[in-house]
């Protein structure tokens, strides 16, 4: 049996054994060194005594030594009940110092989060930062939740390939910013990193690989957002001569695997379904949580009669008014919300972009707000609005106007979570919801042009598909997308298999005939020569693996992750390369 500095119990009392570990902690007592030898395994407690004293005296923090010596019992008033090896201690006999160390930049403990150092010193500091307990066990989390997948497509008669690394550049399709590489034998010429394997598993159908995996690395140059990585892994698969239904419910199959084999968890299947005109109206996203309920309903008639000048300004300016009711408790012992927070909450909305927000409460069947004012501005709606919203007593209700129904759909949406998840009154622990029938296109905010929904290869729907010459904002595509509690964690479609279509759906978003041939000549080639009907998904890795661990962070789950600004204190890139090796090696030009 391999011995670690986890494994070692009561029953191993008396044997000889040999350790190798970090040392975490050293204390001094009387004629005794004590130090807690960690690995990524556990924490056993060696006793330097007598002459081995002196040698352990050399000892620092995060030294690795390989100690041997006699398991012995620490005796039942020094047993650490909080650590499985607690009932047990090494007497050293022989020591070996491996690698001395540093004196670290903080301490390797398990301490709360508000007491952890700076993002930015653990991300510079990673490989210290992955000792610490909680860090180890979202690593081996994350390996078991990728065993399993990997195990369940095994099973399922899918082919585990590698699609490549350097491809095209699609940036005039895909519409977002690739990462580009110079290449060294053809200078001036680049290879691009892919944002999916999307184009390339396409082919692997249209070659009659039918049933295709892999656990791949995409690539993203995007500006910073919230929780977002420039690399990245999903798992990405593709299937022939399927529907839309074969594939939902292979990823249920998939994701109800896992929840059995890495959490020991049973999970209902099939999920819910709602379509994305419906999740939009009804919850203000396409990826609403439903562990609570909180319905959006649209109010702006209503407050075209009200007397509260603030929401009435912007109703006459053409705009939106949507209201949410909470079941708070509010002014009761139980309710977790008080009115500091909701007013906290107006601040929130305005960082959303929400032009007015304002709140209220039932009490005794009536409508109060503080001040007194606004309920009484909203006396002449009171009954509607009490009705529509389903409110009762001590509910909460939130009122959000803005003169863009986007902008107010997008801030409630997000305001639904925040305050949902404040109050925390789930019906269900793992809230899980298909949203289909996305629309194809959608038009740019910025210059009104049609731009891809989701990505260009989305097959439109039968009853759809004639509206792509006169009216494609009416075309909805086979897409689905897989929610859970609130995060997408999957999403995918059927894909166009006809030459003709495809071409047309991408002079739709405005390519010429001479884009598309430089951009995606080979796969309008490869369409032409035979593809079945396909379709596929992509289950983003990270963000699966942290919702599963109930974590709000990806880069928790991520070996080496980038910082906000998408920088790695790690290794300080990315860097500047020297001019003359990029004028050398690649016929680049930096103008100085």
């Known amino acids: 049996m391999e011995v670690t500095c986890g494994s070692l119990r009561e029953k191993d009392i008396g044997k000889k054994v040999t350790l190798n570990g970090w040392c975490r902690y050293i204390r001094e007592h009387g004629d005794k060194t004590f130090i807690d030898l960690a690995d990524r395994y556990g924490i056993t407690q060696v006793v330097f005594e007598s002459k081995l004293k002196e040698d352990a005296g050399e000892l620092g923090r995060e030294y690795v030594i390989t100690i041997s010596g006699k398991v012995r019992s620490r005796g039942k008033e020094n047993i650490n009940h909080d650590n499985p090896t607690g009932a047990i201690e090494i007497e050293v006999k022989t020591l070996k110092i491996i690698g001395r160390s540093k004196v670290p930049p903080f301490e390797i ?3 709360k989060e508000s007491l952890l150092p700076a993002e930015d010193l653990r991300l510079k500091y990673r490989y210290l930062d992955l000792r610490r307990k909680k860090m180890i066990k979202n690593i081996e989390f994350r390996d078991a939740v990728t065993k399993a997948i990997r195990t369940f497509f095994w099973k399922e008669g899918f082919l585990e390939l590698e699609t490549p690394n350097l491809v095209r550049d699609s940036y005039d399709v895909s519409g977002s910013r690739t990462m ?29 690989l039918d049933k295709y995996f892999q656990v791949a690395r995409v690539f993203r140059d995007e500006d910073p957002r919230e929780d977002r990585q420039p690399e990245f892994t999903q798992v990405d698969f593709e299937v022939s001569f399927k529907d839309e239904k074969y594939i939902q419910e292979l990823i249920e199959r998939a994701v109800k695997y896992v929840f059995e084999k890495v959490l020991n968890k049973q999970i209902k299947t099939p999920f819910e379904h709602l379509n994305y005109d419906i999740a939009m109206q009804t919850y203000g996203n396409d990826k609403p949580d439903l562990r609570f309920g909180y319905k959006l309903v649209d109010i702006t008639g209503e407050a075209k009669k009200s007397g509260y000048n603030v929401i009435k300004r912007i109703v006459e300016s ?15 012992k139980t309710s977790l919300i008080d009115k500091e927070y909701l007013v906290s909450l107006v601040d929130t909305a305005k960082n959303l972009g929400l032009k007015g927000l304002t709140w209220l409460y039932v009490k005794d069947s009536k409508l109060k707000s503080i001040p007194e004012s606004i309920s009484e501005a909203l006396l002449g709606i009171e009954k509607q609005l009490i009705t529509k ?21 997008a801030a409630m949406s997000k305001l639904r979570r925040i305050v949902g998840l404040k109050i925390g009154k789930f019906k269900k622990e793992h809230a899980f919801l298909w949203v289909d029938n996305f629309p194809l296109f959608e038009k740019d905010e910025v210059n009104g042009k049609l731009q891809p929904a989701h990505n260009p290869f989305v097959a439109p729907t039968e009853d759809t598909i004639m509206y792509l010459d006169s009216a494609p904002e009416k075309v909805i595509g086979k897409r689905y997308d ?42 309008i080639e490869g369409l032409a020569h035979g593809a079945p009907i396909h379709g596929g998904a992509a289950i983003g890795l990270d963000r699966f693996v942290a919702t599963l661990a ?8 991520i070996l080496f992750p980038r910082n906000r600004k998408l920088e790695s204190p790690l290794d300080a890139s990315p ?3 020297a001019p003359e090796r990029l004028k050398n090696d690649y016929g680049l030009y930096i103008e100085k």
């Open 482 to 523: 897989l929610v859970l509690n609130g995060i997408e964690i999957a999403g995918g479609s059927l894909r166009i298999n006809d030459p003709d279509v495809q071409i047309k759906v991408l002079k739709s978003i405005g390519l010429s005939d001479a884009d598309i041939a430089s951009a995606l000549g080979f796969l």
């Open 550 to 557: 109930g974590q709000d962070d990806i880069k928790d789950f």
């Open 318 to 332: 053409d705009g939106h008014v949507a209201a949410i009711a909470f079941q708070a408790d509010f002014g009761k």
């Open 575 to 577: 860097s500047k390369i």
């Open 109 to 111: 403990v398990e301490e």
């Open 389 to 409: 919203t389903g409110a009762s007593d001590g509910d909460i209700i939130i009122i959000g106007a803005d003169t863009s129904e986007n902008v107010l759909l």
């Open 180 to 208: 580009i590489v110079p290449s060294r034998i053809k200078k001036g010429e680049f290879f691009a990193l892919p944002q999916s394997p999307q184009i390339y598993k396409q082919l692997c159908m249209v070659a009659g």
